[in-house]
C-alpha cells in the first residue's frame, strides 16, 4: 500500500510542489490525531478490564484502515519526494515483526500496552509532519 500512495503521488506532485510539505503534515497528522483518539476513546467490555474481542468483521475493517494509512503514507513519502524503497521495505518488515509479536504477546501486553503504544505512535506521527513543516519553512527544503 505505501507504493501505490508513492505511484498515485507522483501522478499529482507536480500539482502541489509548492504545498507539498502541508500535505505531508496534514497527512501525518490526520493519521496520528486518529490513533490519539482511539488511543483514548478505546472501548472496554463490560467488568473486565480487556478490550473487547474483535469479530471478522472488526478485523476486516481495521485492516482497510490500516491499508489505507499505509496508502496515505505512501503519497507523503511521493509528495516529499523520498524514494520509495526504503520505506517500503522498512515498513513491511516492521509490520511483519511487530505482527508475529503481537501474536505471540498480545493477550499478556495487550492489556497494558496498547492505549499508550497507539498514543506513542501517534504523537510521533505528529511530531515528524511538524518536522517536515519546521524545514521546509526553515531550511526551504
Do not use: N
Request: hydrophobic content about 55%; some cysteine; overall charge neutral.
Amino acid at each position: 500500500m505505501p507504493l501505490l500512495g508513492w505511484l498515485a503521488g507522483l501522478t499529482f506532485r507536480s500539482a502541489i510542489e509548492s504545498y507539498d510539505h502541508w500535505v505531508a503534515f496534514s497527512i501525518l497528522f490526520f493519521i496520528g490525531a486518529h490513533m490519539i483518539w482511539e488511543a483514548i476513546r478505546g472501548e472496554q467490555m463490560e467488568g473486565e478490564g480487556l478490550p473487547y474481542a474483535l469479530g471478522l468483521r472488526q478485523l476486516l475493517l481495521l485492516s482497510i484502515a490500516t491499508s489505507v494509512d499505509a496508502l496515505a503514507a505512501g503519497v507523503g513519502f511521493s509528495v516529499i519526494q523520498m524514494d520509495f524503497i526504503y520505506p517500503v521495505v522498512v515498513i513491511g518488515f516492521v509490520t511483519f515483526v511487530l505482527s508475529m509479536a503481537g501474536l505471540r504477546f498480545g493477550k499478556t501486553l495487550g492489556y497494558l500496552l496498547a492505549r499508550r503504544a497507539e498514543l506513542l505512535g501517534g504523537v510521533i506521527l505528529i511530531v515528524i509532519g511538524a518536522h517536515i513543516c519546521y524545514q521546509h519553512i526553515r531550511f526551504g527544503i
